[in-house]
C-alpha cells in the first residue's frame, strides 16, 4: 500500500523557518522524482520543488528559490522541505508527490501557515 505522509507544518511568524517531511512507504522510493508543491486558498495547486531520484538535481519556484532547499534521503525513504524567511505569502497547504515514469503518487498534505 503507497503511503506519501507529510509532517512538520504549523503557525509560524514572518521571516521563521520551518521543516516539512514527506515520509514514503509502498514503492521504490529511490526511483522516482520527488516534489513539494502547494495550494493557498483560492489558488490552484503549484509545483514548489523537485528533486531528482538520486538527489543530484533539483529546481525551484522562482517565489521560493534561495530561501527554500528540498532534500532527500533514500535510507529513510523520506524527503524534506526547509523553509526559511517564510512571508505570508507562503501559507498554504503543502504537499509531497513522487514521481516515476509510469506512476505518480500524492501525500494527505500538510498546513503551514506564516501569520504574525
Known amino acids: 500500500q503507497v503511503q506519501l505522509v507529510e509532517s512538520g507544518g504549523g503557525l509560524v511568524q514572518p521571516g521563521g523557518s520551518l521543516r516539512l517531511s514527506c515520509a514514503a512507504s509502498?514503492?521504490?522510493?529511490?526511483?522516482?522524482?520527488m516534489s513539494w508543491y502547494r495550494q493557498a486558498p483560492g489558488k490552484e495547486r503549484e509545483l514548489v520543488a523537485t528533486?531528482?531520484?538520486?538527489?543530484?538535481?533539483?529546481m525551484y519556484a522562482d517565489s521560493v528559490k534561495g530561501r527554500f532547499t528540498i532534500s532527500r534521503d533514500n535510507a529513510k525513504n523520506t524527503v524534506y522541505l526547509q523553509m526559511n524567511s517564510l512571508e505570508p505569502e507562503d501559507t498554504a497547504v503543502y504537499y509531497c508527490?513522487?514521481?516515476?515514469?509510469?506512476?505518480?503518487?500524492w501525500g494527505q498534505g500538510t498546513q503551514v501557515t506564516v501569520s504574525s
Open positions: 508527490k513522487a514521481l516515476s515514469s509510469w506512476y505518480s503518487y
Open positions: 509502498g514503492f521504490t522510493f529511490s526511483s522516482y522524482a
Open positions: 528533486i531528482t531520484s538520486t538527489g543530484g538535481g533539483t
